[in-house]
C-alpha cells in the first residue's frame, strides 16, 4: 500500500512578530501576558517540523497546532503586508519548496501532514490479523478525510496552490486513493470473513473503481511529471486486478444459482483482464503486489479451465458475450471521516486578542 510522505519545512520564529503586534495594536502589558503562549506555539511548531513519521504523537501534535492557528487566523492578519512571517514548505512530491506570508497556507501544509501521517500509521499496521485490518481502515478514512479537508482550505485560499501538491487535484487523488486502501482494507476483512461471493463482489468492484480514479488524475496534466510513476503502475495493477476479482467473485456467486453459462463468461472477461494485467509487472513493482496479482491470475486461470470444461461435458449452456453482461454494483462501504478534536482543542489561550476583522471594522466607526 502506499503511505504519503510529509512536506518539509525549515525553522520560523512566530513569538516575536506576534508579540509586536499585540503591543502595538493593545498594549505591552497584554503584549508580554501572552509572551508565554507565543513561545509554546513556538515550540510547538518545531515539535511538529521535527517529530519523526508515523507516529501517534505525531498525529496529535499536528492536529493540534493545526487547531491552534484557526484560533491565530482571526486574531492575526499574518500577510506580506502586516505581519511579515513567511512560512516555507517544500511539496511532498518532489520537494520543490514554496515560501508564502499566509497563515492559510501554514495551515493547509499542517492539515496535509496530518492526513501523511495518518497514512503512514495505516500502512505500518500488521494486516493480517483482524485488529490490524481494522486499524489501518480507520487510519486511511481519517487521511482521506484530512486531504478533503485541506480541499476545503484551499478553495478559500487559492494562494496555496502555489505548491502543487495542495491543487484540489492533488487533494482529490490523494483523498480517492486512501479510500481505495480502506476499501481493500474492507475487502480483505471481508474475504477472511468468508462473506458471500455476491456481497465480495461490490466490494471489490468498487476497490477497483477507486484505484481507477487515483490512477487517472495521478496521469492528468497536473500532476503526471511530479506524482511518483510507481504510485500510478500501481494504482493501475490495482483497478485492473480487482475488477478481474469482482468477475471472478460474481462468476462464483451466479453458479450457484446454476447460471453456468454466464459463469464462464464472467471468468473468460476475468481471465483477459489479468492476462493484461501480468504484463504491466516490472522490476519497481512491489512484492506484496506482485505476489496478489499473480496469486490472484493464477486462481483465476484454475477457475476458468474447470468451469469451461464443466459446461463443455454437462450443462452445455450459451456463453454470453462480454457486452450482454449486467454491470457489477458497486458497494462504497468507506468515506472521509471528519478531522477529531485535539487535546486541549477548547483552550484558547489568545482569547483576549480581538480578532483583526472587528478591530477593522470598529475604526470605521471612529
Known amino acids: 500500500m502506499i503511505p504519503i510522505p510529509r512536506k518539509k519545512t525549515d525553522q520560523v520564529l512566530l513569538a516575536e512578530p506576534l508579540r509586536s503586534y499585540i503591543a502595538s495594536h493593545h498594549n505591552e ?3 508580554n501576558a501572552h509572551l508565554d ?3 509554546s506555539l513556538n515550540q510547538l511548531r ?15 501534535l499536528h492536529l493540534r497546532y493545526y487547531n491552534l492557528l484557526g484560533l491565530l487566523s482571526r486574531r492575526f492578519p499574518i500577510t506580506e503586508a502586516t505581519i511579515r512571517i513567511q512560512f ?23 492539515l496535509f501532514n496530518y ?11 500488521a494486516r493480517v490479523s483482524d485488529e490490524g485490518i481494522k486499524k489501518a481502515n480507520a487510519f486511511f478514512q481519517g487521511a482521506a478525510g484530512a486531504f478533503q479537508a485541506v480541499k476545503d482550505i484551499v478553495q478559500e485560499h487559492p494562494e496555496c496552490c502555489n505548491s502543487v501538491d495542495l491543487t484540489p487535484e492533488s487533494l482529490q487523488m490523494l483523498s480517492v486513493l486512501m479510500l481505495a486502501q480502506a476499501q481493500e482494507c474492507i475487502y480483505t476483512k471481508a474475504t477472511r470473513d468468508n462473506m458471500k461471493d455476491g456481497i465480495v463482489c461490490k466490494l471489490a468492484a468498487q476497490v477497483a473503481d477507486y484505484y481507477e480514479q487515483a490512477a487517472s488524475l495521478m496521469n492528468g496534466a497536473v500532476l503526471k511529471s511530479v506524482v511518483d510513476r510507481n504510485w500510478a503502475s ?10 478481474a476479482v469482482s468477475q471472478w467473485r460474481l462468476s462464483n456467486s451466479v453458479a450457484e444459482g446454476m447460471k453456468y453459462g454466464e459463469q464462464v463468461a464472467r471468468l473468460n472477461v476475468a481471465f483477459n483482464i489479468m492476462t493484461e494485467t501480468k504484463k504491466k509487472i516490472n522490476k519497481s513493482t512491489q512484492p506484496e503486489i506482485k505476489e496478489f496479482v499473480e496469486k490472484t491470475a493464477s486462481q483465476i486461470e484454475k477457475g476458468f479451465q474447470v468451469a469451461v470444461k464443466e459446461n463443455d461435458t454437462i450443462y452445455h449452456e450459451s456463453v454470453p458475450p462480454e457486452n450482454k453482461l449486467e454491470a457489477i454494483e458497486r458497494k462504497a462501504i468507506v468515506k472521509g471521516t471528519p478531522l477529531p478534536d485535539a487535546p486541549g482543542a477548547s483552550e484558547d489561550p489568545f482569547s483576549a486578542i480581538v480578532p483583526f476583522q472587528i478591530q477593522e471594522t470598529a475604526t470605521i466607526y471612529i
Not at 500501481?234 to 475488477?243: C, D, V
Open 29 to 31: 502589558n497584554i503584549a
Open 37 to 39: 503562549a507565543l513561545t
Open 46 to 60: 518545531e515539535d511538529v517540523r521535527l517529530i519523526p513519521d508515523k507516529s501517534d504523537l505525531g498525529r496529535d
Open 88 to 110: 516555507p514548505w517544500t511539496d511532498a512530491y518532489k520537494m520543490k519548496k514554496i515560501s508564502l506570508f499566509s497563515v492559510h497556507f501554514e495551515r493547509a501544509s499542517v
Open 115 to 125: 492526513g501523511s501521517v495518518l497514512s503512514q500509521l495505516a500502512v505500518s499496521q
Open 234 to 243: 500501481q494504482a493501475e495493477l490495482m483497478a485492473s486486478t480487482f475488477k
